[in-house]
């Protein structure tokens, strides 16, 4: 079975220009060439020339994409996104110190680059975000698909995250297009940062939460409405349905009623509905 590289996919047989093709495939399998470029353990990465040449590769095919999505000066786009994976390398690895801290299931740093879900819609959402403020539309959103697709975590390109964000399990999270999330945030499982309703004529206006410094909301919280402001350094409790504001260092919590007795000595009829 041949193997698919870079070269492969971007270059076909003997023509020596970019395959002027695009899909959502290639877009995928170069989402994960970066990924993997970007946190390179291979033994590759000691040699600087094989090093060099798939980062050209990788800008190479980013400047195909771009000119068959409208954008006018592909080479200068793509080259600030290139310019910019510095900084965005750096905020990844400090995403990957706050989980290694806060997580006692991560043992070490290759165990999180490898299997957590998280890490990888995080990688993915800032790459997508640095376009997306570069004004290009279609690309960031098919890169956060292909996560979303992935991981089960709907990050939109435009939202606003601070650094150290911290995902954990991160399956049914929903983070909408206006939503703004501060530093040192920690969100679980189901957590939903949304809008209050849907509608066309509010495309322009702020839909989606404010969470600020510090916050941590547990799972299948769901946090509704643009004007909602969730202050520094609150904790949000699993369930809770929130669509207004609520104070810094607020602990809010979804207080149920869970009855344990035997089933051979209740008399109380049961009734299951689904």
């Not at 006018?72 to 290139?82: G, I, M, N």
Request: hydrophobic letters at 40%.
């Amino acid at each position: 079975m041949k193997q698919i590289t870079i070269s492969t996919i971007l270059f076909e047989k003997n023509n020596t220009s970019p395959s002027l093709s695009i899909t959502k495939k290639k877009i995928e399998f170069w989402i994960e060439e970066l990924f993997a470029w970007l946190f390179c353990k291979s033994g590759e990465c000691n040699n600087i020339e094989i090093f060099k040449h798939k980062e050209e590769a990788l800008q190479l095919y980013l400047q195909l994409f771009l000119s068959q999505v409208g954008v006018l000066d592909k080479v200068t786009t793509a080259t600030s996104l290139f310019e910019d994976l510095i900084t965005i390398h750096k905020d990844l690895l400090d995403d990957l110190e706050a989980i290694i801290a806060f997580d006692p299931a991560a043992k070490s740093k290759d165990e999180v680059l490898l299997s957590y879900p998280g890490f990888f819609a995080i990688a993915v959402y800032r790459i997508a975000n640095n376009l997306w403020n570069k004004g290009v539309a279609v690309l960031p959103r098919v890169l956060s698909e292909y996560a979303h697709g992935k991981t089960g975590i709907d990050i939109h390109p435009a939202a606003s995250i601070g650094k150290r964000f911290f995902i954990d399990h991160g399956t049914g999270i929903v983070i909408g297009e206006t939503a703004i999330i501060g530093n040192d945030v920690k969100i679980y499982q189901g957590v939903t940062l949304g809008a209050l309703s849907v509608s066309k004529d509010k495309a322009t206006q702020k839909r989606h939460p404010t969470i600020e410094d510090n916050v941590i909301i547990y799972a299948n919280a769901t946090i509704l409405g643009g004007n909602t402001v969730i202050g520094k350094g609150s904790v949000i409790g699993g369930n809770v349905w929130l669509t207004e504001s609520i104070q810094k260092e607020t602990l809010v919590y979804h207080k149920s009623e869970t009855i344990v007795k035997s089933k051979n000595k209740s008399s109380e009829p049961i009734n299951f509905i689904i």
